[in-house]
């Protein structure tokens, strides 16, 4: 099974800056099939990134996600009200599917 | 649009069973990859079961030999058959479509296992 660290736990940041959240693979994840999740409190995950780098579709181009080994990596470029929230990886590689613990994302 | 609604969550004792529903409208569960997650409270996100386009599954070792994933095409509809439920399986269950990572979700059934 591959385990999935994200990093950090919870980040402080003020709207109009970047973040930059981070997703470490125990091991490869095959043709970097990794996606990146946004849950809002009360509400479903919503798809932001898949196969490492893609925006899904409606997704504003200020999130952009990166792959490197087995480290992962989706950055906002400058953060609206709207983004504060929990973000999620998730590799879908291989089985079983796993997901990383979250990050919190939360309004300095 | 593609849409996705569960239903059949409830209170449910130790050790029974409960069948959850997820409706789809917009696509055809018979073509797709489906799967079902589950969100303990306060908690992150566990995958739980998979139904692929050609019918065959998998499962967590959570809830392997427990837990049926099926699917009827004629109502476009999967559903999770869950057997000797434990207080550990308590969790908000999502039902989401594969296709580009799981790009479409449901809102979510609460399934509370508890005396």
């Known amino acids: 099974e591959i385990v999935l660290t994200q990093s950090p736990g919870t980040l402080s940041l003020s709207p109009g800056e970047r973040a930059t959240l981070s997703c470490r693979a125990s091991q490869t994840v095959r043709s970097n099939y990794l996606a990146w999740y946004q849950q809002k409190p009360g509400q479903a995950p919503r798809l932001l990134i898949y196969d490492a780098s893609n925006r899904a579709t409606g997704i504003p181009d200020r999130f952009s996600g990166s792959a490197s080994g087995t480290d992962f990596t989706v950055t906002i470029s400058r953060l609206e009200p709207e983004d504060f929230a929990v973000y999620y990886c998730?590799?879908?590689?291989?089985?079983?599917?796993?997901f990383g613990q979250g990050t919190r994302l939360e309004i300095k | 649009e593609v849409q996705l609604v569960e239903s059949g969550g409830g209170l449910i004792q130790p050790g029974g069973s409960l069948r959850l529903s997820c409706a789809a409208s917009g696509f055809a569960v018979r073509s797709n990859y489906m799967n079902w997650v589950r969100q303990a409270p306060g908690k992150g996100l566990e995958w739980v079961s998979v139904?692929?386009?050609?019918?065959?599954?998998d499962y967590a070792d959570s809830v392997k030999g427990r837990f049926t994933i099926s699917r009827d095409s004629s109502k476009n509809t999967v559903y999770l058959q869950m057997n000797s439920l434990r207080a550990e399986d308590t969790a908000i269950y999502y039902c989401?479509?594969?296709?580009?990572?799981?790009?479409?979700w449901g809102q979510g059934t609460m399934v509370t296992v508890s005396s």
């Open positions: 989401a479509r594969y296709f580009d990572a799981f790009d479409a």
């Open positions: 998730q590799q879908y590689g291989s089985s079983p599917i796993t």
């Open positions: 139904i692929y386009s050609g019918g065959s599954t």
